[in-house]
């Protein structure tokens, strides 16, 4: 099983749906999260940090649930410029690596 | 404050020739990633560095790869008798010590 599992999509969506992403992790010892966000053929870009219970940047939302081990981003409105791969990250350990998920493709359309 | 900087942005070179690729992290951080993402594949992790040190490399080819990142001066990425296969992005990323990567712009190496 790999470390930090994300559902590839493509996640085809109408601009203004709302849209959800969940990850999951494997390692209970990971400290933090991050989600990533990547446009085609640019380097990835943080989009926020995840930390204990979540935390919410304008339309976009992130949740930490470590009962279940799992991370979810939901991005409300969505805009044709939201397209991009999203990209689940874990941090923790000694090692200070960061554990990537594959990304979820988001299309959104007019 | 600039950003991860890497170059060259294009890189192009035959079959068996070097490629070299730096990266000079963002200002006060000491800890450099490099990956590479092959087209329509994900990033994947090569190397870890601090100053004058590899913490990891356990994502890095055994062969012809070679990286670092000197007390002074950029970190740089070294492939040695380079094939098509090595034909990729490869980005470097630096962080501060809460772990959040920041990335550079990547440099596109072309193996003819």
């Known amino acids: 099983r790999k470390e930090v599992e994300q559902d590839p999509g493509p996640f085809n969506v109408p601009e203004g749906a709302t849209v959800a992403f969940n990850c999951t992790y494997s390692?209970?010892?990971?400290?933090?999260f991050f989600w990533y966000r990547q446009d085609c053929r640019k380097e990835p870009k943080l989009l926020m940090s995840v930390y204990s219970s979540g935390n919410e940047d304008g339309r976009f939302t992130a949740q930490l649930n470590r009962a279940s081990q799992y991370i979810s981003l939901l991005i409300r409105d969505s805009k044709l410029s939201d397209s991009a791969t999203y990209l689940c990250?874990?941090?923790?350990?000694?090692?200070?690596?960061?554990?990537w998920g594959l990304g979820t493709s988001l299309a959104v359309n007019p | 404050n600039a950003g991860v900087m890497q170059n060259p942005r294009h890189l192009v070179r035959r079959r068996g020739q070097e490629a070299r690729l730096r990266c000079s992290p963002m200002?006060?951080?000491?800890?450099v990633y490099w990956y590479r993402q092959l087209p329509e594949e994900g990033l994947k992790f090569m190397v870890y560095l601090q100053k004058e040190n590899i913490i990891d490399e356990s994502g890095m080819p055994k062969e012809r790869f070679s990286a670092e990142f000197p007390k002074e001066g950029p970190s740089i990425l070294r492939i040695q008798q380079v094939v098509r296969g090595d034909s990729a992005a490869y980005f470097c990323?630096?962080?501060?010590?809460?772990?959040?990567?920041?990335f550079g712009p990547g440099t596109r190496l072309t193996v003819l």
């Open positions: 390692n209970s010892a990971s400290q933090s």
């Open positions: 990323a630096s962080s501060p010590p809460s772990g959040e990567q920041f």
């Open positions: 990250v874990g941090f923790g350990g000694n090692n200070r690596k960061l554990i």
């Open positions: 200002k006060g951080h000491s800890h």
